[in-house]
T-cell receptor, first 114, second 114 residues
Framework: DSGVTQTPKHLITATGQRVTLRCSPRSGDLSVYWYQQSLDQGLQFLIQYYNGEERAKGNILERFSAQQFPDLHSELNLSSLELGDSALYFC?????????????FGPGTRLTVL | GENVEQHPSTLSVQEGDSAVIKCTYSDSASNYFPWYKQELGKGPQLIIDIRSNVGEKKDQRIAVTLNKTAKHFSLHITETQPEDSAVYFCAASIRVSSASKIIFGSGTRLSIRP
């Protein structure tokens, strides 16, 4: 158990809908990262937050947005969903934003868009 | 842009034999190279990492080598065991301002034959 929690575990929805994925980082970690893992694909970095502020951006679509709240939990919002958005979405946390340090991954949310 | 290539995509070895996974990266500014193991139904977990001022690092049956000139790094697993079966991801981390962005390889599915 990494100490990172993600909810829900599974999510099934229809095209055009909007969903919110939630992540709670490890106790004491200030940095949260979001990744997308499509079937048989690698991990695509989406976005990073540190202590409530956006810190780095990857290949995140404009239909997707994220935020980190004062209690450090983070939410990833996916809107106008398309079939191709079906994937595993992972959240990871680390203690700091600068430097290179271990990221601890949550168990993921499996999103299915029908 | 930044890119990390990983080979092979699948690897099957006899229990007790060694397994080698190779990665190359494109950005010469990369200076941190973690390796993650992802078991079925779980999030990735860091197994070993190496920084650009080190050529080799070993942890029990796992070792990683780095060749900065050639921009490639490798994971070596010796005396493989059934529990080594998983998907392995290499990654290269680039420091951007006070944050770090990790680019993952596409993964190697390692199977250990009994």
């Amino acid at each position: 158990d990494s100490g990172v929690t993600q909810t829900p575990k599974h999510l099934i929805t229809a095209t055009g809908q909007r969903v919110t994925l939630r992540c709670s980082p490890r106790s004491g970690d200030l940095s949260v990262y979001w990744y997308q893992q499509s079937l048989d694909q690698g991990l695509q970095f989406l976005i990073q937050y540190y202590n409530g502020e956006e810190r780095a951006k990857g290949n995140i679509l404009e239909r997707f947005s994220a935020q980190q709240f004062p209690d450090l939990h983070s939410e990833l919002n996916l809107s106008s969903l398309e079939l191709g958005d079906s994937a595993l979405y992972f959240c990871a946390s680390s203690a700091i934003a600068g430097g290179h340090n271990e990221q601890f991954f949550g168990p993921g949310t499996r999103l299915t868009v029908l | 842009g930044e890119n990390v290539e990983q080979h092979p995509s699948t690897l099957s070895v006899q229990e007790g034999d060694s397994a080698v996974i190779k990665c190359t990266y494109s950005d010469s500014a990369s200076n941190y190279f973690p390796w993650y193991k992802q078991e079925l139904g779980k999030g990735p977990q860091l197994i070993i990492d190496i920084r650009s001022n080190v050529g080799e690092k070993k942890d029990q049956r796992i070792a990683v080598t780095l060749n900065k000139t050639a921009k490639h790094f490798s994971l070596h697993i010796t005396e493989t065991q059934p529990e080594d079966s998983a998907v392995y991801f290499c990654a290269a981390s680039i420091r951007v301002s006070s944050a770090s962005k990790i680019i993952f390889g596409s993964g190697t599915r390692l199977s250990i034959r009994p």
